[in-house]
């Protein structure tokens, strides 16, 4: 079995390059552009290492990283590796990797902006899990409710049986 996916999370090195393509709707519309993301680990003189990741997206999402994407604004892409070639000059290859777009989360274009997302998104959750907590109060627990509904078919059997005779061929759940 094969899988190739993979996400990236960094801040636009420059302004995304968008190559218009012949259809009219833009589905072959490419934009090309470079991630700069911080490794986890800080180099001898404690300063980050950071890796320029070239990306690629094609279509709606070459439109969208072209329109709203810019120089150090964060982002988040999923896509698939790729490796390609190029024929230089002097005739030998240039061999490169790059990420195809397949999804692309825009975030904010400072650290300060991130934030106020973050408390933002934060406030609007909290109502909505509020509201959920005192739903799951209302609702008693699994073996509560089964006493209650064990008690109302028992209630049901003995009007059953005292408004007609009881034989034995009776059935309390027939009509």
Same mark, same amino acid.
């Given at each position: 079995? #094969?899988? #190739?996916?993979? +996400?990236?999370?960094?801040?636009? @090195?420059?302004?995304?390059?968008? /190559?218009?393509?012949? &259809?009219?709707?833009?589905?072959? %519309?490419?934009?090309?552009?470079?991630?700069?993301? #911080?490794?986890?680990?800080? %180099?001898?003189?404690?300063?980050?290492?950071?890796?320029?990741?070239?990306?690629? @997206?094609?279509?709606?999402? @070459?439109?969208?990283? =072209? /329109?709203?994407?810019?120089?150090?604004?964060?982002?988040?892409?999923?896509? !698939?590796? !790729? *490796?390609?070639?190029?024929?230089?000059?002097?005739?030998?290859? %240039?061999?490169?990797?790059?990420?195809? $777009?397949?999804?692309? $989360?825009?975030? =904010?274009?400072?650290?300060?902006?991130?934030?106020?997302? *973050?408390?933002?998104?934060?406030?609007? $959750?909290?109502? $909505?899990? !509020?509201? *959920?907590?005192?739903?799951?109060? =209302?609702?008693?627990?699994?073996?509560?409710?089964?006493?209650?509904? +064990?008690?109302?078919? &028992?209630?049901?059997?003995?009007?059953?049986? !005292? *408004?007609?005779?009881?034989?034995? /061929?009776? %059935?309390?759940?027939?009509?």
């Amino acid at each position: 079995m #094969n899988f #190739n996916s993979s +996400q990236v999370m960094g801040r636009l @090195a420059d302004d995304p390059i968008l /190559t218009k393509g012949e &259809n009219p709707d833009g589905s072959d %519309n490419k934009c090309w552009g470079r991630l700069l993301v #911080n490794r986890r680990y800080k %180099n001898k003189e404690g300063k980050n290492i950071v890796d320029s990741i070239p990306i690629r @997206a094609k279509g709606r999402k @070459a439109d969208v990283l =072209a /329109t709203y994407g810019r120089k150090g604004k964060v982002i988040l892409v999923e896509g !698939q590796i !790729q *490796t390609n070639s190029k024929l230089r000059p002097d005739g030998s290859y %240039n061999n490169y990797f790059e990420i195809f $777009v397949r999804d692309i $989360v825009l975030g =904010a274009d400072s650290k300060k902006g991130l934030q106020k997302l *973050t408390v933002e998104a934060a406030r609007k $959750v909290e109502p $909505v899990r !509020q509201e *959920t907590q005192k739903q799951e109060e =209302a609702i008693p627990n699994l073996s509560d409710l089964y006493d209650v509904i +064990q008690a109302q078919v &028992n209630e049901a059997i003995k009007e059953r049986l !005292q *408004t007609k005779p009881a034989k034995e /061929t009776d %059935n309390p759940f027939s009509s």
